[in-house]
């Protein structure tokens, strides 16, 4: 990436995006379900599982959108 100087805040955010995809794919090889990912976040959030499930699809979502491109 460029110097923090000429990164404009749309490559800052992609990056992280990509960042944050790569570690839920990464959680996501290892043999743990998704269901105890799911559980683990739920109880240091204290999110709702359905707002932890939707922003799993998300990311996922986006990911695929940006590996496209």
Do not use: C, W
């Amino acid at each position: 990436m460029a110097s923090t100087e000429t990164t404009t805040y749309a490559e800052i955010m992609t990056s992280n995006l990509q960042k944050i995809a790569n570690a839920l794919n990464e959680l996501q090889a290892v043999p743990l379900p998704r269901e105890l990912i799911l559980l683990y976040v739920q109880k240091r959030t204290h999110l709702g599982r359905k707002d932890i499930e939707a922003v799993f699809d998300a990311i996922q979502e986006l990911n695929q959108k940006v590996k496209k491109k």
